[in-house]
């Protein structure tokens, strides 16, 4: 079922990405993700980057149509739904590419006393592109890399991951797959949870678009032990 929400507020995050914030709050599980659905342009899948909190990139017709709305404007969202993280380490490691950063920022801000020390490690194109809102406030380090050099280290965070992995004793990911593949077998598929993407229709585990092996996105991840994945991912 709908919920219809009113538009509080939008800000600019990073180059052709912006948040929304609206007046209604979900209970939702870090990892987990929200339908959204604009009347007359179609409905997509979004991370939760927290209660009343979307972060959107502008990549295409229902993106664009969404970043045209103001305040005040209504959206119809519907969930959450999914599967989202299980907080579990002392000393971990978020690892983020890209987009991937809402729901990392929703572990680190949901359940930051769980764990002793919280490491960042963020990579985009260039620094116009790093989307790191104000998850500073609950990590302990932040680790840029872009693949231009313009800001942090140049290349990628699963490099960093690499050189570090020995001082993690839990892992969690989202980005683009290629990313996600190299933080899986740094990892050894051991101790490392990540949130994975694929295209979603329904949500809800029915029209099977959005399978992954033996697994549907949408009803058995989006986030997934990494052991869940070994010969898949």
């Not at 990313?179 to 101790?191: E, G, I, P, Q, S």
Request: glycine content about 12%.
């Amino acid at each position: 079922m709908y919920r219809v929400v009113e538009i509080l507020e939008e800000w600019d995050v990073a180059k052709d990405v912006k948040a929304f914030r609206f007046d209604g709050r979900f209970d939702f599980e870090a990892g987990q993700f929200a339908m959204i659905w604009i009347p007359g342009v179609g409905e997509k899948p979004f991370s939760l980057a927290w209660k009343d909190i979307i972060v959107v990139k502008r990549v295409g017709p229902f993106t664009s149509r969404l970043f045209d709305l103001e305040p005040g404007d209504s959206l119809w969202l519907r969930g959450p739904y999914g599967r989202g993280f299980t907080p579990r380490g002392k000393r971990v490691a978020l690892v983020a590419g890209g987009i991937g950063i809402p729901p990392l920022y929703a572990l680190a801000r949901a359940y930051r006393e769980k764990f002793e020390w919280v490491t960042l490690i963020y990579g985009a194109r260039s620094k116009e592109e790093l989307a790191l809102m104000d998850i500073e406030n609950y990590v302990d380090e932040v680790v840029i890399t872009t693949d231009d050099g313009s800001a942090g280290r140049k290349g990628f965070p699963t490099e960093v991951l690499a050189e570090r992995k020995d001082r993690f004793d839990g892992v969690y990911a989202c980005g683009p797959e290629p990313m996600l593949k190299a933080a899986l077998r740094v990892m050894d598929y051991r101790n490392v949870q990540i949130s994975a993407e694929r295209y979603m229709k329904c949500g809800i585990g029915v029209c099977g678009s959005c399978n992954l092996g033996k697994y549907l996105v949408c009803r058995d991840g989006p986030v997934f032990d990494g052991f869940q994945l070994r010969g898949l991912l």
